[in-house]
């Protein structure tokens, strides 16, 4: 009797060990098929991106977040009016910004404070995001106008992301500014 007790248990447990095992393996799978997908985005905006056709590429770029594949706007669309577009150790994002009158201005505003980090994944905040509490590799493609980085999973792993500044970060008279 105390065999097919134990039987039993053992046999629970396997099952439960294989359930454990395709699960995992499904979301192996559904994660490489959301990195490959982010990887022909990434081709494809690397393709052609003068001038308007550069917008026109990160606004078809767009930031997808977890299982939401929508196409955020561009709202603040800063690119267009900035030149010399550089990160710092702080996470400031730092432009040469055209004013209404045409003339250039250093700005520059703090992406800490706009972008969180939600298991793995860029999301922006209206204030105190602080996803480079638990980012690294932090770097600017594209001339600037999208942030790439490693980011914490919440489960001791780390999950490469980007998203596309000129979602949110707007130039308003030679200022960078965070639209909401």
Not at 137 to 148: M, P, S, T, Y
Not at 149 to 161: C, F
């Amino acid at each position: 009797m105390g065999h097919g007790f134990l039987g039993g248990i053992g046999g629970a447990i396997a099952g439960s060990k294989l359930q454990d095992y395709a699960k995992d393996k499904r979301k192996e799978k559904k994660d490489a098929e959301e990195e490959e997908k982010r990887r022909k985005q990434h081709a494809a905006m690397g393709m052609g991106m003068a001038g308007g056709a550069g917008v026109a590429a990160a606004a078809a770029y767009s930031h997808s977040h977890h299982n939401q594949q929508q196409q955020q706007p561009l709202r603040g669309n800063f690119s267009t009016s900035s030149q010399n577009i550089t990160l710092d150790k702080s996470y400031d994002l730092i432009a040469s910004v055209s004013d209404r009158h045409g003339h250039q201005k250093l700005a520059s505003i703090n992406l800490n404070e706009h972008l969180s980090n939600e298991w793995g994944h860029f999301k922006w905040v209206p204030g105190g995001g602080n996803f480079g509490g638990s980012a690294r590799n932090v770097r600017l493609h594209d001339g600037g106008r999208v942030l790439e980085a490693e980011l914490g999973d919440g489960q001791g792993g780390w999950k490469t992301d980007r998203i596309v500044l000129d979602e949110r970060i707007g130039n308003e008279d030679g200022d960078l500014v965070f639209v909401g």
